[in-house]
């Protein structure tokens, strides 16, 4: 599944409409370069889960959690271990008060971790434009591919060849 964005703000819109089809327990790895948007999806999907805080990079504490409707959990990990280790910090929250973890990820080989999540990569679209990006969706695991239906209709109107109304 692949929608492309305008703008910064678009990619807050388009996180926000994600944030529609995520439950208690769910985790969903932020694939791509710096830069790419993986904070800015990060600040529309917490908003969009009730989170009124300004969301930021956790870049020195590994998680940030926040309170919203559900608790938010954000990551920021460069290497495999951190990843593990953002998920073990968050994961007894996740399963005990129905939070949710979004996970940025500097890189595209997630697939050596526990095969149960939302898997989005942002990537820059410059032949489009200096603010363009796309994302490839990818659910993973029987949860989120029981919500693949779901998904797609949150992103229907992302995925013309106009960006958005
Ligand atoms: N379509 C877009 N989506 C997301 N960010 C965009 C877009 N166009 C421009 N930007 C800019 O790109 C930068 C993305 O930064 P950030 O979200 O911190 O990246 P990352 O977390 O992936 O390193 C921001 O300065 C943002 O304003
Ligand atoms: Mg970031």
Redesign the pocket.
């Known amino acids: 599944m692949i929608v492309r ?4 703000e ?2 807050r819109l388009l996180a926000a409409d994600v944030a529609g089809v995520v439950r208690s327990g769910d985790v969903v790895l932020l694939a ?10 990060a600040q529309g999907f917490g908003r969009a889960l009730g989170v009124e805080e300004t969301i930021t ?1 956790p870049t020195f504490t590994l998680v940030h959690s926040y309170r919203g409707r559900v608790p938010f959990h954000h990551a920021d990990v460069y290497r495999l271990d951190q990843l593990q280790e953002a998920i073990d910090l968050a994961l007894p929250e996740l399963l005990d008060e129905g939070g949710v973890a979004l996970v ?1 990820w500097g890189d595209s080989a997630a697939q050596a971790f526990s095969p149960d999540y939302l898997w989005v990569r ?1 990537d820059l679209d410059e032949a489009a434009g ?4 796309r994302l490839t969706f990818r659910p993973v695991g029987p949860s989120w591919s029981a919500r693949v239906k779901a998904l797609h209709h949150a992103l229907a109107k992302w995925s013309g060849t106009e960006a958005a109304p």
């Not at 964005?5 to 910064?8: F, I, N």
């Not at 200096?130 to 990006?133: A, L, S, V, W, Y």
């Open positions: 964005t305008r703008s910064a678009e990619t791509g370069e710096l830069g790419s948007g993986k904070t800015v999806f990079s940025e942002i200096e603010e363009c990006r």
